[in-house]
C-alpha cells in the first residue's frame, strides 16, 4: 500500500521511499534531517550522528519543506501532527510524541484514533485536533 506523509502547512510530500523525511531540533538549537520509518508504531529513525538528542528531551520537528513546526503545543505540547493519505485517497491525521524515547502514535479518522507505541497518553480528544495544528 502506497502511503504518503503531508505537511498540514505547506501540503509538501514529506515521504521518500520507506523514511518520512523531518528537520529535528534539539535543545541546543542544532537542527538536522531525521528519517523516520514509514510503518507506524515503528520506531526506527536515522539521523546524522552529529545530531544528539537525549532522553526525554523536546524536540522540535519541521517541515523540511516549508520549516513550518509540526507542534500543536495548544492542544499538547509533548505531540505534533500531520497528515498521511493512502492510495484509496483516505486522509488521516497522525499524530506523534515530540519527546526524545518515547513510542506514541495515534492514527485519527473522521470516526476512529487508533494508537500505537508502549508509551501512548491513553484516550485524548482528538475532536478538535485540525483546530491546533494551523
Ligand atoms: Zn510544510
Known sequence: MKI???CPHCNGYLNVKESLILTAVNKHNSAGLVFIDVRLGVYK????PTLQFSDG??????CPVCAHS?????FDKR???LYMRDDNDWQST???SS??????TYKITEKTVEAFGDDNYGKLDFTSISEYMF
Open 45 to 48: 529513525a536515522q539521523m546524522h
Open 4 to 6: 504518503d506523509f503531508i
Open 99 to 104: 519527546i526524545y524515547g518515547e513510542k506514541c
Open 70 to 74: 509540526l507542534g500543536v503545543p495548544k
Open 57 to 62: 528531551e523536546h524536540v522540535d520537528f519541521r
Open 94 to 96: 497522525i499524530v506523534f
Open 79 to 81: 505531540l505534533c501532527a
